[in-house]
């Protein structure tokens, strides 16, 4: 079965050409111009730290949406705005393909340059539509669209009533294994380690909000962050008591999360081109 993606996770574009980078007091400098990511279907958002390789360039943190709602996803990024320009950095958000209601008919092959990583919600998509009952069926018909050459095509309207999505996305999204699965609790040490292992080299925060809605209640919450984190090579963990999963209901909490984690281990030393 062919996909128009690399069968291998998304996150190894994250770190693919960090080698090439310039280092300063350990850690790589992203160049003034990197490709990004398409979000993960599982819904994790990626926020980049970046310092602009040319003097004169303030640091900024990229703030990437995931496949879920945008608008709620959005009530944290003002505060941490906020809060990220009084430490002089600034914050950006791009608009890919794949944001919004795009993520149903993107791919995950995609290169980026980068030095911090903190994920917010890594939530396995798999396991959260396995609990709806249209799956299944929606599945096996995904994979023999696939079969017959025909995985860019849409799925029928029922399949993901929020956004069009494609054959080989759906199955990308909701099939064990597939290209998007690498946060579900099933997943062996070997597996996560597979598909998350080569991050180990990156400075990574992983904040889980412990009443996350999108997360079976049969899954062992605090044991699937300890994992995720050891598979990421020891990643900071960051756990948030009854925050949903867009942390609208603990937006200062997010917010001094990601401020701490920039702080502590962002680049030290650029120059500030106002002062």
Request: negative net charge; contains cysteine.
């Amino acid at each position: 079965m062919t996909s128009p993606a690399s069968t291998s996770s998304w996150f190894s574009g994250l770190t693919r050409a960090s080698s090439s980078s310039s280092m300063a007091g350990g850690v790589a400098s992203a160049p003034a111009s990197a490709s990004l990511p398409d979000a993960p279907a599982a819904a994790a958002k990626a926020v980049v730290a970046a310092a602009g390789g040319r003097r004169k360039h303030l640091p900024g943190t990229l703030f990437k949406y995931g496949p879920k709602s945008a608008q709620v996803l959005s009530r944290y990024l003002e505060p941490l705005s906020l809060a990220l320009e009084v430490e002089k950095w600034s914050l950006v958000q791009p608009l890919l393909s794949s944001s919004y209601t795009g993520y149903g008919i993107s791919s995950l092959e995609q290169v980026c340059v980068t030095i911090l990583i903190s994920i917010q919600a890594p939530v396995s998509d798999r396991e959260y539509r396995a609990t709806l009952p249209e799956t299944a069926e929606m599945i096996d018909l995904a994979a023999k669209m696939i079969a017959d050459d025909r995985g860019m095509d849409l799925m029928p309207r029922e399949a993901n009533p929020d956004a069009p999505i494609t054959a080989y996305r759906y199955h990308s999204l909701c099939s064990y294994m597939g290209d998007d699965d690498m946060f579900s609790s099933d997943l062996s040490e070997d597996q996560l380690r597979q598909r998350l292992g080569h991050m180990s080299t990156t400075q990574c925060q992983i904040i889980f909000s412990m009443g996350d809605e999108y997360v079976p209640e049969y899954v062992d919450k605090a044991a699937l962050v300890d994992r995720l984190c050891r598979a990421l090579g020891g990643a900071e963990k960051v756990e948030i008591e009854w925050g949903n999963h867009a942390l609208s209901n603990r937006v200062q909490e997010a917010v001094r999360a990601i401020v701490d984690f920039v702080k502590r281990e962002g680049p030290k030393g650029w120059d500030d081109p106002w002062s």
